[in-house]
């Protein structure tokens, strides 16, 4: 197992001498501290993002990952994130999402949620609460923050939308 974990390390920085050696020091684990995040990344009106991991603070090459916070009551504007998948773990706090073209479908998520939205799905986070703030971890599928912010007309009354499988029936159906 070590020889076959030697090559994949060595394959991986191209490193064809075996006696060569690798600084792990530099190449190896990132630990970014909570106060040491990057505000300077973009922004959607009504939601603070802040970087802990992407390619030019630690030279992530497929993720990006930090953290999000919206503000008690308050509504982010409309957006998509291009071909980027993203995932939102909620830590804190009570979100309603909304998505699609006129934000005509929402769903509501909690503390220990996950959130998955695909590559080029409108959508927008509401702050259910009105006196705490919502707190999130936010991860996307490459190594820079994509926002394309966008001025859509939304629906007035959204329809629920409910995560519906064989194993999960809906909350209407007992």
């Given amino acids: 197992m070590v020889a076959a974990t ?10 064809s001498d075996p006696h060569q050696h690798i600084d792990w020091r530099e190449r190896g684990v990132k630990v970014i501290k909570g106060d040491q995040l990057d505000t ?23 993720i990006w990952a930090g953290t999000v916070t919206i503000h008690p009551n308050a509504k982010t504007g409309a957006r998509h994130h291009g071909a980027l998948e993203s995932v939102t773990y909620i830590v804190r706090g009570q979100t309603r999402m909304r998505w699609g073209e006129h934000l005509e479908c929402t769903a509501e998520a909690g503390p220990g949620d996950f959130i ?59």
């Fill in 6 to 15: 030697d090559f994949l390390i060595r394959r991986r920085y191209d490193m």
């Fill in 40 to 62: 300077n990344t973009p922004q959607t009106p009504g939601i603070n993002r802040a970087a802990a991991i992407d390619a030019a603070r630690v030279g992530a090459q497929k």
């Fill in 116 to 174: 998955f939205v695909p590559p080029y799905v409108p959508h927008q986070e509401i702050n259910a609460s009105t006196d705490e703030p919502l707190e999130c971890v936010l991860v996307r599928s490459d190594n820079e923050a994509v926002v394309v912010n966008l001025n859509i007309d939304a629906v007035e009354t959204p329809e629920e939308v409910y995560w519906v499988d064989p194993i999960h029936k809906h909350p209407h159906d007992h």
